[in-house]
DNA sequence: GATTATCTGAAATGAGCATTCCACTTGTCA
DNA sequence: TGACAAGTGGAATGCTCATTTCAGATAATC
């Protein structure tokens, strides 16, 4: 149906906006569609917002699982921040605002993207790479609010999202 | 009047719960009064939210204050990180919930805070105590960020909050 | 103790938003 | 071309919440 990817377009594009407005008639402008038609497409909000957001996940997601199989853990956790943080500076809303919705499909492959970072951050640890003075489970709540900080942060620049990551990366690296 | 100390209590009160609802409705009922009543004490819900706020932060920013002038601008900034992250944790609420209303007092005081922690970083950079490698500017947006990444933590956690902090300390030592 | 001024909170109002309805348009097939 | 099916979006509905209203309660003044 052309609606379902007018409407999946337009939730992408607003998601990208740092501070866009995202109500069904919102979004539904920006479809050029009306606000019945955006909602029919999907069946709801939620699921519109689920299968954009979740389509924007799934490659980041793949990426991860990619990165662990090619190369080091340490590496690979490497690679991966760097380029999660540069995802989350061109996807504002995604962290933010979908407080209160109902995310199935988004909250899934999130479970998966945490497991594929806590796969390399155990296996840094195994290897020496990073710390071994903090719990690990600390390591990966760490490592999912400092994305979600630099997200957050207005407005949007890379610099100094990377420069936030060098501080984190320097904060984990071995006791000397 | 009665009912202002009532409905500040209530709402301080809210304040600190992890994933208290911030309804008018709900402050009054807490406060055991109507809602109606909470609201003509202070003009509206954003208003009450400011002084409850407001109220919290007060002391903060003077502790902050204080620590500048007793001690050196490293070590008021090691300790200050501490106590933030104890007082986020126990004010969750805070830093959540408040984005689309208008609280001038607490912009105000936040302002004060930011600028007693800047005063801090640049201390402490001038004074070698910290990383010159990066823009000081890029600093101040990392802490601000990063003490809101810490609030966020879900339960709950003071451990965790430590451990955060001692990441981020760690990754802020100057190049070695 | 009566009269007036003030205060209270349950219910009415209004605003923002997701969702549903339905008269209308567009496309399909004979 | 005409009859029918499917799709569309402006308007109506229903919900949550902040704010306002107002009849009754309470307090102050004499």
Redesign the pocket.
């Known amino acids: ?3 379902r990817r007018l409407a999946l377009d337009a939730a992408t594009a607003l998601l990208a906006e740092p501070d866009a ?5 919102a979004i539904a402008k920006e479809a ?6 955006v ?3 999907f069946g ?3 699921a519109l917002l689920d299968a954009a957001v979740s389509g924007l996940l799934e490659p980041v997601v793949q990426r991860a699982r990619d990165l662990l199989a090619q190369t080091t853990p340490h590496q690979a956790l490497l690679t991966f921040l760097h380029e999660l943080i540069a995802f989350q500076s061109a996807h504002h809303a995604i962290s933010e605002q979908l407080g209160g919705l109902r995310l199935p499909a988004t909250t899934a492959l999130r479970a998966d993207l945490v497991a594929a970072v806590d796969a390399m951050v155990d296996g840094a640890r195994r290897d020496g790479a990073i710390r071994t003075d903090l719990d690990p489970a600390v390591l990966k709540i760490l490592i999912a609010e400092t994305t979600h900080a630099i997200a957050r942060i207005r407005p949007p620049s890379q610099d100094l999202a990377e420069a936030y990551l060098t501080v984190l990366l320097d904060g984990l690296r071995p006791a000397t």
């Open positions: 149906m052309r609606n407005t995202l109500t069904v008639e050029g569609l009306g606000a019945a038609t909602v029919r497409a709801g909000k939620d």
